[in-house]
Nanobody, 114 residues
């Protein structure tokens, strides 16, 4: 299983970005798909995930600003980020949680300037 993430970049505070993560390979069952981020000098933290049943969960810091839609036909999950703040600056990683293993995509840098 491979996860290919894209969509990071530099944006001004208040702006928007869309991250994409596409999964490929043999995926038989999924617990959840999500996005984590690791700010400079900090630990990796959950941003949002969506379960196989479609329940979305968000970190308190992004509620109301980020959404995590998915396109099952494309094996793709997105992170739609709006009203971005400088504290959202981090490397963002997509994550696939299956009953057998946890997979990570390569990180994509998001930088929000003030």
């Amino acid at each position: 299983v491979q996860l290919q993430a894209s969509g990071g970049g530099l944006v001004q505070a208040g702006g928007s970005l869309r991250l994409s993560c596409t999964a490929s390979g043999s995926i038989f069952s999924i617990n959840a798909t999500g996005w984590y981020r690791q700010p400079p000098g900090a630990e990796r933290e959950l941003v949002a995930n969506i379960t196989s049943g479609g329940t979305a969960n968000y970190a308190d810091s992004v509620k109301g600003r980020f959404t995590i839609p998915r396109d099952n036909a494309k094996n793709t999950v997105y992170l739609l980020m709006s009203s971005l703040k400088p504290e959202d600056t981090a490397v963002y990683y997509c994550n696939l949680d299956t009953p057998f293993s946890i997979y990570w995509g390569q990180g994509t840098q998001v930088t929000v300037s003030s």
